[in-house]
């Protein structure tokens, strides 16, 4: 089905009350992040261009969610393991959207609307041991890539070096290599190493953004309830540190169609 964006917006929106309503009826906490999140602090909605919406949850909260949603909810809505990037999407299942209308740069299947959803793990309090943990998540994430070769999209927004890589790795049958049953189980055992509740630092191991994933769990805090279209939706206690470290100057607007932000 083709539909503006503006109408995707408008699904996405619905179901991130249906996401809020399930949280705030089961005491779990979720807070937007990455685009959302910058949506929200700067645009009190969705940014005019952004096709998506990131959801993050601390790990028990985001591992309770998803048995929730098939005992709780209707089921037109449903959590799918994204193999590739080891996160689930919550999807609605009672339509179907061709996304090749809204990025051009590659995504064109035929898909459910979907939210991605994030756990957020601790981190070592030590900044030494705290660069090592994300310097091996990411080691497993780029071994994750390679075994599933295959299934990564040679977008504009990449680099040359990024496509080179890319072709090379198909070239050189990367995926015969490594198994992504076994970087998979790697990525996540190393993310989740440290307990949330108990850790004062903590990251998202499983976003685009790399060491700027990484941050105090003050700033996270214990959320704070903002505008988002015509909702109320939590982002951290201090976003603006946040998307700061992950955007750098982020209440000024960027012209996506010639600047895109690189994920």
Known sequence: MK???TEYHKILLSMLKVIIDLCDSNNLKYYLVGGSALGAVR??????WDEDMDIAFPRKDYERFIELVPQVLEERYAVVYRENACIHHFVDKSQQ???????PAGFG???????????????????????????????????HKFAG?????????????????????RLLHTDRLF????????????AEKS???SSTWCLIGFGSYKYN????????????IVPFEDIQARIFSNCGDYLQQVYGDYMTPVDYNLTPVKR
């Open 3 to 5: 539909i503006s964006l």
């Open 43 to 48: 645009e009190q909605g969705f940014i005019a």
């Open 97 to 103: 959207i061709d996304f090749s209308q809204f990025n």
């Open 109 to 143: 299947e035929i898909s459910y609307p979907f939210i991605d959803l994030f756990p957020i793990d601790g981190a070592p309090a030590n900044g030494f041991l705290r660069k090592i943990r994300m310097t091996k998540i990411l080691f497993y994430t780029y071994l």
């Open 149 to 169: 070769i295959s299934m990564v999209v040679e977008h504009p927004g990449r680099s040359r070096l990024q496509l080179a890589v890319i072709r090379t790795a």
């Open 179 to 190: 198994s992504m049953e076994t970087t998979a189980k790697k990525w996540i055992e190393e």
């Open 195 to 197: 307990d949330f509740a």
């Open 213 to 224: 994933d990484v941050f105090p769990k003050s700033w996270v805090g214990k959320g704070k």
